[in-house]
């Protein structure tokens, strides 16, 4: 097998992880309303996550663990679309910020460093932002 088809085939365990991590996201209030379905359908295709895994992680418990990126970019990013998940349908509960906050530590950030973002986050996240601008709000002293 070459070199290659190994990089593609780990690139695609972290994206059905990274997707089965959003929709455990939205599907912590107990049901997914349609503007997050919306929103895991668009990841589902930009992660080209195919037909049997997406109808696997939608009716099993998530089996999947959060992949953290060693790149720090790429873990704000991944935290980027954890806060447009959880805002997709206008409004957060407790159990996606509770949520949210273990998904940024198994991401690599310190317990601090992850309330100090989802706090900031959370005073400037209005779901319509782009990544730049989120990275550069969150990130700005």
């Known amino acids: 097998m070459p070199i290659l088809d190994l ?7 972290r994206n059905l992880a990274h997707f089965a991590t959003l929709a455990s996201l939205a599907a912590v209030d107990g049901e997914i309303s349609a503007s997050e379905k919306e929103i895991l359908d668009r990841f589902a295709f930009k992660l080209n996550i195919s037909e049997e895994d ?3 992680v939608m009716k099993k418990e998530n089996k999947y663990p959060i ?3 060693h790149d ?6 991944r935290l980027f679309d954890f806060f447009r998940m959880a805002f997709a349908d206008h409004k957060i509960d407790e159990d996606q910020k509770s949520l949210i906050a273990r998904y940024a530590i198994g ?3 310190s317990t ?3 309330s100090k973002l989802i706090e ?6 209005c779901g319509q932002i782009s990544f730049e601008d989120f990275n550069y709000l969150v990130n700005k002293d």
């Open 7 to 13: 990089y593609e085939h780990g690139e695609q365990k």
């Open 54 to 56: 997406y109808a696997e």
């Open 67 to 69: 992949e953290t990126p």
């Open 72 to 77: 720090s970019e790429k873990r704000l990013k």
């Open 107 to 109: 991401l690599g950030y």
């Open 112 to 114: 601090e460093d992850a």
């Open 120 to 125: 900031r986050a959370f005073e400037i996240f």
